[in-house]
């Protein structure tokens, strides 16, 4: 959608890249402007020296999103403001997001970070599978571990040995022993 076909709906989302981690900046920089800037987080494990925190990190790096009124064109200051890189342009037209994109952002917000939920698996450790995409498609495998972020860890045996591998659940079925051949 394009500034032109948004300018008698007033206010719109619209894209800006940032320079790498500096979203804050440049939000900063935005509201000092006077513009509304927002930048969805979501919480993510971080690991280093046999610790473990949670910590926040943007949902889409390198990028934040700001309200603008297309009809003014009082955009283009943001194109100079500390932190950020570009605007996401089609030619000389913003490219504005859908109108309820980002109020549906804001929706699954909670203590300041999006939360991504992903339906719980319903596989369990023990379940036989066959894989149905990539170069194992329709080996029958066997359900080691169901993980975090729709995971499993699979053993798969092939060449007299057994492989432990992650996938997606989604690329694997139940198994059905008439169809699949075991690896």
Known sequence: M???SRAE???AWVVAGTHPHKEPTAIAN????GFEAYCPMVRKRWR????VREVLRPLFPG???IAVDPAQHRWRP???TIGIRTLVRFGDRLGVLPPRFVESLR?????????????PSSYAAGDKVRLCDGPFEGVIATVVAVEEHARLQILMHLLNRGVRVRV???SVAPADASMAWVG
């Open 2 to 4: 394009d500034c032109d």
């Open 168 to 170: 997606q659940a989604k």
């Open 48 to 51: 280093h020296a046999r610790r």
């Open 9 to 11: 709906w007033g206010q």
């Open 30 to 33: 935005l509201v000092r402007q």
């Open 78 to 80: 943001i194109l100079s």
């Open 63 to 65: 990028y934040v999103f």
């Open 107 to 119: 929706s699954y917000e909670s203590d300041g970070a999006v939360s991504i939920c992903y339906p």
